[in-house]
């Protein structure tokens, strides 16, 4: 059982290219999310979504789109990478919102440098 | 704002030890608060969950407390193993999520646990 997969786990990219962040999950949840993690904060919400061919913006959606063609993927995408989008991206997922007792399950990471 | 504080930020220790961890919230309506452990280059894992009516709960030798009263919550590690070294946040789930989603993510207390 594999959980949440990111691929890749590390990219560096060059200001003003573009690339998409792949997460798969194996546990047949409804809600998936995007999030990343900056040195001396917390994680936030990108974008999440609540089930096939749904997506909604989370608290930094600018700069990135989403896309959840099938249930057990989630892609992030970056049209024109920045360097403030240097950062570890996390993909998470959870049978349903998270006000429940289930807890959500993330992926490893992408880390994610632009230059 | 909802917000979630974590004490210390950083905190060293000597293996075998006992320590304890800091989270004060202003978050609401509440609805859960959890715990997660982070280990360097890794995703969070859950820890514990607990709803407001809950005032302890235990995982092995990681216990968690919560003051719904005081929005207060703490995480206690008893007899430290090397292994505990990570990050470990506290985040709290909201009722109903606005744009940054149900969770509300701490900035985490990174321990290192010495021999």
């Known amino acids: 059982n594999a959980g949440v997969t990111q691929t890749p786990k590390f990219r560096v990219l060059k200001t003003g290219q573009s690339m998409t962040l792949l997460c798969a999950q194996d546990?047949?949840?409804?809600?998936m999310y995007w999030y990343r993690q900056d040195p001396g904060m917390g994680l936030r919400l990108i974008h999440y979504?609540?089930?096939?061919?749904?997506?909604a913006k989370g608290e930094v959606p600018d700069g990135y789109n989403v896309s959840r063609l099938k249930k057990q993927n989630f892609l992030l995408g970056l049209e024109s990478a920045a360097p403030s989008q240097t950062s570890v991206y996390f993909c998470a997922s959870s049978p349903r919102r998270g006000h429940s007792v289930y807890g959500y399950t993330f992926g490893s990471g992408t880390r994610l440098t632009v230059v | 704002k909802n917000q979630v504080e974590q004490s210390p930020q950083s905190l060293i220790i000597l293996e075998g030890k006992n320590c304890t961890l800091q989270?004060?919230?202003?978050?609401?309506?509440?609805?859960?608060l959890r715990w997660y452990k982070q280990d360097t280059g890794r995703g969070p894992v859950s820890l514990t969950i607990m709803t407001f009516s809950e005032n302890t709960k235990s995982n092995g030798r990681y216990t968690a407390t919560l003051d719904a009263d005081t929005k207060q919550s703490s995480l206690h590690i008893t007899a430290s193993q090397l292994s505990d070294s990570a990050s470990y946040i506290c985040v709290v789930s909201l009722v109903y999520g606005g744009s940054q989603g149900n969770l509300i993510f701490g900035k985490g207390t990174k321990l290192s646990v010495k021999p």
């Open positions: 979504s609540v089930g096939e061919g749904t997506t």
């Open positions: 546990m047949n949840h409804e809600y």
């Open positions: 989270c004060n919230y202003t978050v609401s309506p509440f609805s859960n």
